[in-house]
């Protein structure tokens, strides 16, 4: 079946550090990939997308690229802020018979202090 | 106005008693969701309906019983509660259609079960 592996974390960076959280995939077909943030207290917002092999996804200066070959689609920010703290998902979803789910990671905890 | 709204938002109770939780979605989508986040922070979907009928039904006990009384509204009962089911659930709603649409969330329903 579908998975999504994330790196465990929590992560922990310095303001205005470099930012990679790694996410792998296995799935059939042809999956679109997604990267959300969880804030404190509460749902998951999307961060950004990707949907075919070598198209970027970015939003608010964090970027991942779908890399179909590695089976990869890593997050990654050239700066961070404390207000980038929060937990961040991987997540894939496929067409099925009965309808479309998305499958997540595990979550990766960041925390930026300054 | 809120777009995926769920009540209540702390929810505690005792082992073996009944308890319901509501979703309302005001964005005019046509399918919703009910995901687990569990003590880890994993989520892991539970049941989608699509305007109403049941397109996916994830291995969940029978005590979970969602009921969808139109497609603007998807209600979680849960009968006979267990320590284990201690959790934030989280509503969210999307259009059924292609496979990179991106889903709304609630802001979740912590579940303490003592």
């Known amino acids: 079946g579908d998975s999504v592996t994330q790196m465990e974390g929590p992560v922990t960076l310095s303001e205005e550090a470099f930012l990679t959280i790694n996410c792998t995939y296995t799935?059939?077909?042809?999956?679109?990939l997604f990267w959300y943030v969880q804030y404190p207290g509460e749902g998951l917002q999307l961060l950004l997308k990707?949907?075919?092999?070598?198209d970027k996804g970015s939003n608010k200066g964090f970027e991942a690229t779908y890399r179909k070959e590695t089976t990869s689609f890593h997050l990654e920010k050239g700066s961070v802020q404390v207000s980038d703290s929060a937990v961040y998902f991987c997540?894939?979803?496929?067409?099925?018979?009965?309808?479309?789910?998305?499958?997540f990671g595990t979550g990766t905890q960041l925390k930026v202090e300054l | 106005d809120t777009a995926v709204s769920q009540t209540p938002k702390y929810l505690v109770t005792q082992m073996g008693n009944d308890k319901s939780i509501k979703c309302e979605q005001n964005l005019g989508h046509d399918t919703m969701y009910w995901y687990k986040q569990d003590s880890k922070k994993f989520l892991k979907i539970m049941f989608s309906y699509n305007n109403k009928e049941l397109i996916i039904n994830e291995t969940v006990p029978n005590r979970f019983s969602p009921k969808s009384p139109d497609k603007a509204h998807l209600n979680l009962h849960i009968n006979s509660l267990e320590l284990g089911d201690s959790a934030v659930y989280f509503c969210?709603?999307?259009?059924?259609?292609?496979?990179?649409?991106?889903?709304?969330f609630g802001s979740g329903t912590q579940l303490s079960v003592l």
């Open positions: 799935a059939t077909g042809y999956p679109s």
């Open positions: 997540a894939l979803r496929t067409l099925t018979g009965g309808g479309n789910k998305l499958t």
């Open positions: 969210a709603s999307s259009h059924l259609g292609a496979a990179n649409e991106k889903l709304f």
């Open positions: 990707a949907t075919k092999a070598d």
